[in-house]
């Protein structure tokens, strides 16, 4: 299993960023998809998950202002960031979770939110 992030970058407070991961190898095993992300110098946290057939959970700090949607069955997971803010940055993962509680990691992409 492969996952690939993109969609990072540069953006300032208030701006929008849409992240997309792609899946490849068993993803038919998948049960759950979704971001997590890292700061500097914090513990890496959950953002979004989205499990199959369940509705979606996010992080406190990110209600109301990220989506999270999956597309393609499981090869695809998007997360959609509004309202970004300066706590935002960090390097987010794209990760999954297969019914055996393998979980799988993309190799990050960097938002940084700054004016």
């Known amino acids: 299993v492969q996952l690939q992030a993109s969609g990072g970058g540069l953006v300032q407070p208030g701006g929008s960023l849409r992240l997309s991961c792609a899946a490849s190898?068993?993803?038919?095993?998948?049960?759950?998809m979704g971001w997590y992300r890292q700061a500097p110098g914090k513990q890496r946290e959950l953002v979004a998950t989205?499990?199959?057939?369940?509705?979606?959970n996010y992080a406190y700090s990110v209600k109301g202002r990220f989506t999270i949607s999956r597309a393609n069955a499981n090869s695809k997971v998007y997360l959609q960031m509004n309202s970004l803010k300066p706590d935002d940055t960090a390097v987010y993962y794209c990760?999954?979770?297969?019914?055996?509680?393998?979980?799988?990691w993309g190799p990050g992409t960097q938002v940084t939110v700054s004016s």
């Open positions: 990760w999954a979770v297969n019914y055996y509680g393998s979980q799988y």
């Open positions: 989205r499990p199959n057939g369940s509705s979606a």
């Open positions: 190898g068993r993803v038919s095993s998948f049960a759950a």
